[in-house]
């Protein structure tokens, strides 16, 4: 039989407060994987320094890149010029 998935998983046993698993379990829905959830809540805490864009502006996004780049370079006076484009 073919895998459906290239991703390899195991079994973890981790304790966990019981009102806190049925809290959290009060939170999917019948067709929701645990499991799936606990993975990407992992995978977003690893994750944390990253931004997801999908849910930023094209204002917040300049703003962000702005913030990483030499002041006194091109790339400075370009994100600054689209800021204030975004801001009209």
Same mark, same amino acid.
Not at 11 to 39: A, G
Not at 64 to 87: C, H, K, W
């Given at each position: 039989?073919?895998?459906?998935?290239?991703?390899?998983?195991?079994?973890?046993?981790?304790?966990?407060?019981?009102?806190?698993?049925?809290?959290?379990?009060?939170?999917?829905?019948?067709?929701?994987? /645990?499991?799936? =959830?606990?993975?990407?809540?992992? @995978?977003?805490? !690893?994750?944390?320094?990253?931004?997801? $864009?999908? %849910?930023?502006?094209?204002?917040?996004?300049?703003?962000?890149? /702005?913030?990483? =780049?030499?002041?006194?370079?091109? @790339?400075?006076? !370009?994100?600054?010029?689209?800021?204030? $484009?975004? %801001?009209?």
């Amino acid at each position: 039989m073919k895998r459906r998935t290239n991703r390899r998983t195991a079994p973890y046993h981790v304790t966990i407060p019981v009102r806190l698993m049925e809290d959290f379990d009060q939170t999917l829905s019948y067709k929701q994987s /645990r499991s799936k =959830v606990i993975t990407k809540l992992i @995978e977003n805490y !690893l994750e944390k320094d990253q931004i997801h $864009i999908g %849910s930023m502006t094209k204002y917040q996004i300049c703003i962000s890149l /702005r913030n990483q =780049v030499d002041p006194d370079g091109a @790339e400075y006076i !370009l994100l600054t010029s689209l800021l204030q $484009i975004f %801001s009209k």
